[in-house]
Nanobody
């Protein structure tokens, strides 16, 4: 009854930019933290960036200065603007959202992931 769907991945050359989007829909009262995680080949999933409902942000050291996370609370959507991309940014990017639902439960939801490939 809650869906989280990412879009915007693809193939880009090193130094290029991509913008990821993630929209949550369903029986939602509000959304607390929304975040982007990534999992590169042979690596563990790691946090790339997170943003609270109030707009406070947190970034992985590798993302600082290059990635910008933002959200539109009215659309239940979070974005990740990625600039100056490097081959090591290649990963499947997952959106996560902590959602307060109409049944007054709070649960974490994940999207299916979107592939980002940065060529050198």
């Amino acid at each position: 009854q809650v869906q989280v769907v990412e879009s915007g991945g693809g193939l880009v050359q090193a130094g290029g930019s991509l913008r990821l989007s993630c929209a949550a829909s369903g029986n939602i009262l509000s959304i607390n933290t929304m975040a982007w995680y990534r999992q590169g080949p042979g690596k563990q999933r790691e946090l790339a960036a997170a943003i609270t409902s109030g707009g406070s942000t947190n970034y992985a050291d590798s993302a600082k200065g290059r990635f910008t996370i933002s959200r539109d609370n009215g659309k239940n959507t979070v974005y990740l603007q990625m600039n100056s991309l490097k081959p090591e940014d290649t990963a499947v990017y997952y959106c996560a959202a902590r959602i307060f639902k109409i049944n007054y439960r709070i649960d974490d939801y994940w999207g299916q992931g979107t592939q980002v490939t940065v060529s050198s």
